[in-house]
């Protein structure tokens, strides 16, 4: 009689068996060989970054590839682009001040700038500081840098006459060559938390800090923007890496608190010590610029008789456009506008024109951000632009010709709307010119005399060209073209961009997708969704990269799946104010219909892709809503890493929150007791701004989430994710966290580790590969 085997051992071994066919292997060597490090290392620079010289045309600047780093310099003018020095002489000069060899190839010079005064060149190897004449190719050397001799806290005036620097959160001036100890003090009312210091929260009494003032570029004043934040909440971190944990207390103010930062402005003559403030109050719990304001909201004219000041309400939904007199402290409102449900100030702008006779300001009063023109009284006098596209930021405004050249998207019809390009226009609107018309995006650097810009364009599939342009847009010279052959020897392939729908079935949603190296299309790739919800930016990029966060994408992919990052409706405010303002009110849900709907339609596209295996990751935006797509879609989402995520925006900083979810002011009345004994009533104003949580949806759990948090993180506070943990724990469900250790928001020399647990992380959940080794490779200058 034959032995039978029990059908329960049937079933198991089948099952094993079955469990072994269907796991896939993850290719953690193909990652490895195409980490962003690595990248950069094969390809080196990818744009050229002009340093322009002061008062000239002309500018310099770095570029690495194969051929190692060079400096050159550009006569814009002219069109002419040639080497700074001579690589293999200034190795030798080098070798001869040093007696011992130099790679010419990579010379580390340190501090490398342009000294306008001396005409020179100057650079420091070694602490020892040197100067280079470009004409005569001479290299001079300086002295000995003093390590401990550090000017921070100094700010001097344009002319380097005054030096002001803080102490005690007061302020002192002294001249140029005075001794510290002859400084004057021209503050008394500074204090911790109402500070003319950067360090608002420092204790010493003795310790010179940087101070927080401007100068006007006449040099005949400066202006100070304090906030006064003594009944602001304190919030708390703790460093653990220290001999001796040691706690760091700062000021943070949350969404719908009644204590916030109280903005104050004031304007010093140097040569009286005088200073007026400006009368600045209008709304309860105003703000004078501030966070999220392009150019933070105040803005100068060369010379130092007025400030210009953005002023709004707490809402956000109302802008005051003030004129302040710097000699009398009295403000006049030039303009005000409304712009529900909240202002977008992060293209706010307002450019003075001839020391206000005219201004150019940027506005959304059409549903869509363009250019309008206003005389020095404050009255419309034209718009200079139209129509359904938006106007990015200003590059340069020439004044005698009455031109502005600027960044624009989505004007070009049948081109990627989130690509920047630049333009030019006169004050009348007339003379409209589009003057970058390759199909890419464009950043652009202006010159500060003549119009001549550097321009590195570029797209996901097209590597950095960086050009030279005049102010026609014409092509002057080609500086530099990214050289990515060495890493498409290695396997390197470009992602590829695609359009898919909202969820409304009508608004079309932008994104990029990440095959690996080795894809087969005859197989089936789990597919992985990086996610940021915006509303300032969106994840995916439009440009060329090998670097950041927008290219880790790249090396995930390489593990074994398809990666995509797309964009949601109220992710961006480059594609019009519905767009952006679409999730106002709901800052937890709104991004998350989008994000699934794109994924499954590139599923049905695409039978590469296998739809019941679908992850989803992201950091601080993104941490949060790729939880909370875990949890509200948890038949359809399996797996998520959320690092850093605002959680629980109840308890995250009060700009972001109450701007993109919304305030509402309340009145309520209150009962005080006068001196007298006597009691009156009081109506106050108050302010209420709840926010839906991830831990709200926590029983929801189904896949498999790890959370990720830097336990320093002074931005979004740790608390987010241990109230999250918190909310897991109670509802029982079983999920994986990990804290960086000493990490604030970003994660710095961690990244390298934390990239590796994701890599693992979705490679156990997601094609069953489970290993058992304890070390990462991590790269030996990270570790």
């Known amino acids: 009689m034959k032995n039978k085997v029990p059908a329960l051992f049937t079933f198991v071994a089948v099952f094993i068996i079955g469990n072994k066919a269907t796991a896939q292997k993850a290719n953690f060597d193909l990652a490895e060989r195409f980490t962003t490090q690595n990248m950069q290392k094969m390809v080196g620079s990818t744009s050229v970054f002009p340093r322009w010289i002061e008062d000239t045309d002309n500018f310099w600047y770095t570029y ?191 969404p719908g608190e009644e204590d916030v930062y109280v903005d104050e402005i004031k304007v010093f003559d140097p040569a009286t010590k005088e200073h007026v403030t400006l009368s600045t109050d209008k709304w309860e719990d105003q703000a004078l610029g501030g966070a999220y304001f392009n150019q933070g909201g105040i803005f100068e004219s060369y010379r130092s008789d007025y400030l210009y000041i953005l002023r709004r309400n707490r809402q956000w939904d109302k802008i005051d456009v003030l004129k302040a007199n710097t000699s009398t402290g009295e403000v006049e409102v030039l303009f005000s506008e409304e712009s529900k449900p909240y202002f977008n100030t992060r293209y706010a702008q307002l450019a003075i024109i001839n020391e206000g006779k005219e201004f150019i300001w940027w506005s959304e009063r059409t549903g869509w951000g363009q250019l309008y023109r206003y005389d020095s009284e404050g009255n419309l006098k034209n718009k200079i632009t139209s129509g359904p596209w938006v106007v990015g930021n200003i590059a340069k405004i020439d004044t005698a010709q009455s031109t502005i050249y600027f960044q624009g998207f989505g004007r070009e019809k049948g081109q990627n709307p989130y690509y920047s390009n630049l333009y030019t226009v006169k004050f009348n609107g007339s003379g409209f010119r589009h003057l970058t018309p390759e199909d890419a995006n464009h950043a652009i650097s202006a010159s500060q005399e003549g119009n001549y810009f550097v321009d590195n364009y570029s797209r996901v599939d097209l590597p950095t060209k960086s050009v030279l342009r005049d102010g026609t847009g014409k092509i002057i010279t080609t500086l530099q073209e990214a050289d990515i052959s060495q890493m498409v020897e290695q396997g390197w392939k470009a992602p590829q961009s695609f359009k898919v729908k909202a969820a409304d079935g009508a608004t079309d949603i932008y994104g990029v997708m990440w095959k690996p190296f080795d894809f087969d299309s005859t197989k089936k790739y789990p597919i992985i969704s990086y996610v940021y919800p915006g509303p300032q930016t969106e994840p995916f990029p439009a440009n060329f990269t090998i670097g950041g966060s927008r290219a880790r994408t790249t090396t995930l992919a390489q593990v074994g799946f398809i990666v995509v990052a797309m964009g949601n409706r109220g992710g961006s405010p480059i594609r019009s104010k519905y767009y952006h303002n679409y999730g106002y009110g709901d800052l937890r849900d709104y991004p998350l219909a989008d994000n699934k709907y794109g994924i499954e339609q590139l599923a049905g596209r695409y039978s590469f892709i296998d739809n019941d295996k679908v992850g989803i990751y992201g950091h601080s935006g993104g941490g949060f809503m790729s939880t909370a797509a875990l949890l509200t879609y948890p038949d359809f989402y399996k797996v998520a890493v959320s690092s850093a995520g605002n959680h629980d925006n109840n308890v995250y900083n009060i700009w972001w929150s109450e701007v993109h979810n919304g305030v509402k002011e309340k009145k309520k009345t209150i009962t005080k007791k006068n001196d007298d004994g006597t009691e009156t009533k009081e109506e106050v104003i108050t302010f209420d701004a709840p926010i839906k949580t991830n831990a709200a949806l926590a029983k929801n759990l189904k896949g498999k989430l790890l959370l990720v948090h830097g336990d320093m993180d002074n931005n979004v506070h740790p608390a987010n994710t241990i109230r999250l943990a918190d909310a897991l724990i109670k509802a029982g469900k079983r999920f994986d966290m990990m804290i960086l250790p000493g990490r604030r928001h970003g994660f710095g020399p961690y990244q390298p580790y934390f990239d590796r647990m994701t890599w693992y992380y979705f490679a156990e959940h997601l094609l069953g590969d489970y290993r058992t080794n304890v070390e990462f490779n991590l790269p030996n200058n990270e570790n």
């Open 64 to 254: 690495e590839n194969k051929e190692g780093k060079n400096w050159y310099y550009v006569d814009a003018a002219r069109g002419n682009k040639r080497l700074l020095f001579d690589q293999e002489e200034m190795a030798a000069q080098l070798s001869e001040e040093f007696n011992r060899s130099f790679n010419a190839k990579d010379l580390d010079l340190k501090g490398f700038n342009y000294d306008t005064n001396k005409q020179l060149f100057t650079f420091n190897v070694d602490s020892i500081e040197f100067t280079y004449n470009i004409n005569g190719n001479r290299l001079i050397r300086g002295d000995s840098l003093k390590k401990a001799d550090r000017d921070n806290w100094k700010v001097y005036s344009p002319d380097s006459s005054y030096v002001v620097f803080a102490k005690n959160h007061n302020l002192f001036i002294m001249g140029k060559e005075d001794a510290d100890s002859t400084a004057e003090q021209i503050t008394e009312d500074g204090e911790r938390w109402f500070s003319y210091q950067w360090s608002d929260g420092d204790t010493s009494t003795t310790e010179k800090y940087r101070p927080r003032i401007n100068w006007f570029e006449d040099g005949k004043k400066f202006w100070v923007k304090r906030q006064d934040k003594r009944k602001v909440d304190e919030l708390w971190v703790i460093n653990s890496l220290k001999k001796r944990p040691e706690l760091e207390t700062y000021k943070y103010s949350m």
